[in-house]
């Protein structure tokens, strides 16, 4: 049987309403629940600002950029927005394949994601 890549995700709250959701790994079918699980718990903790940090991700799929979309949309509605994190040039391109790259702010470190949410 193979063996499934170590994921992680964690999330942080860094000042008032921003908060950083960090995942590594993977996230694929099998770990965006867990994903979206913390992500949402962010959300109605209080947070409109999210920054996801994929900067230590090696894949995403279909089911992680649902993920993204819906909490984009659930914190829209309270003037929020939902920003990412990442380095990888083949996560990018798909964001900018799929048009993604125009609803979600794509930064390239924490620092300047957090720069953009904190004014």
Do not use: H, W
Request: glycine share 10%; proline share 4%.
């Amino acid at each position: 049987m193979e063996e499934r890549p170590q994921f992680s995700v964690g999330y942080e709250t860094l000042v008032g309403d921003v908060g950083v959701v960090v995942l590594v790994g993977e996230i694929d079918i099998y770990s965006a629940p867990e994903f979206k699980e913390v992500l949402v718990n962010g959300i109605e903790g209080g947070a409109r600002k999210i920054i996801v940090d994929l900067s230590q991700v090696t894949f995403i799929d279909s089911t992680a950029l649902g993920v993204l979309v819906s909490g984009a949309k659930r914190v829209r509605p309270r003037n929020g927005n939902l920003d990412i994190v990442c380095t990888d040039e083949n996560i990018i391109r798909i964001f900018e394949i799929t048009g993604l790259d125009r609803i979600f702010g794509i930064y390239p470190s924490r620092g300047e994601a957090v720069k953009a949410a904190v004014p």
